[in-house]
């Protein structure tokens, strides 16, 4: 428990904030899991935020002129800077507050969103600058597994095994030929204050987190799994099935690093196999019974890795 | 085939200076309903009134009405069945939208 968490109670189904940051007439697909996790991000951060967002299918499908649906100051960046952006509009802040231009007790959160192409690949320097700083903001990971908005590329957080149209499957590949980035643990690494794991199907962790990773001085990183209809070949319906089956099968744990210290935040001690989760989605249709107990084998793994960690540290 | 100008959202005219947009969350001018080929219909006598299609619906159709029973807006309504996925009672059915 951090000091800065004390007067929050935490978000309970009875006493959600009834703000809507994010308004709709946005255009994502039917069923995104990404705007879904985008929405209840800013539902927990409220109206006192000044966003970021590097491009991608959120940027696409809330800007579309002259439309917009931030109802919070926002700014679009390049597909590679919004932390360094996020760590510039938190330094003037600081230095308005300081000359005495802004109030200094007024609480204003700054909250950078980003693909997981925009953060595991492209952005990756800018967020471990940003990171290395210490500067006091939120960076929010919005991880659909590809380059969604350029039409399914490959990016280092998709999984082994998947179909993108860089990663296509066929007599000598199996489709993505290398294990998911992990972004939480390199994040972790930098020595921040604050790291955890989210998915909107369980929407009160999500929210919470995200609220505490706001509250905690100094920065934070949330990597929030967003299941994508249009680019995994699911169905919009089965988005938060999915994203519940992800934790189940413990494709993606759910955990928080506080302070260095890992602690598992939804324990699986009941595994589904993963085999539930892949055969739901076309992109790993192809996959063989022995591909998918090469998954299941590494799945294991991390998870009895995770567990190690959150036992030992 | 209609001019440009015809089938425009804006002309080049009434641009604001720099393209500003004016209006915080203006999308909600854009009504996304027309993408529908479902339409999610609410049994009462089945809803506890938990609140969770309200939560989960990525386009934030859901309010509350004086009884407190979740209503979608269909304005903005993709259709995508989350709702009714998401449902514990097996309140909300999801049926083929007539034209
Ligand atoms: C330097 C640069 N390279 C490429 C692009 C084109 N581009 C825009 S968004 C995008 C992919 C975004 O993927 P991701 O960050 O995962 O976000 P998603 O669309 O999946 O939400 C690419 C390649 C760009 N804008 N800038
Ligand atoms: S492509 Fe995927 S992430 Fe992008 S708007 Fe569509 S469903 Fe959402
Ligand atoms: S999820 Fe179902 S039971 Fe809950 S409020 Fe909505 S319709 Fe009613
Ligand atoms: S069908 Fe989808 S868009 Fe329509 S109300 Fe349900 S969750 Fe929202
Ligand atoms: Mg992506």
Redesign the interface.
Known sequence: MLKEWAKFKGFS?KN?PKE?P???????C????E??AL??ALKALGMNVIAISATGCMEII??P????????PWLHVAFENAAAVASGVEAALRALKRKGRFPRNRRVDVVAFAGDGGTADIGLQALSGALERGHDFVYICLDNEAYMNTGVQRSGCTPYGAMTTTSPPGKKSIGQMTWKKNVPAIAAAHGIPYVATAT?AF?LDLMNKVKKAALVEGPAYVHIYSPCPTGWGT???????LAKLAVETRIFPLYEVIEGKYYITRKITKPKPVEEYLKRQRRFRHLTEEEIRKIQARVDAEYERLLRLAECL | MPKGKDTALISWKEVPFGCYILEPGNSVGFKTGDWRSFRPVLDKEKCVKCGQCYIMCPDMTYTQDEEGYYIADLTYCKGCGICASVCPKGAITMVVEEV
């Open positions: 189904a959600l809507e994010f308004a709709p007439g946005h255009r994502a039917q069923g995104c899991g705007v879904l929405r209840l809330s800007s002129f002259p439309y917009t649906s931030w109802r919070v909107p929407f169905k919009g319906e089965d988005s938060i099935t």
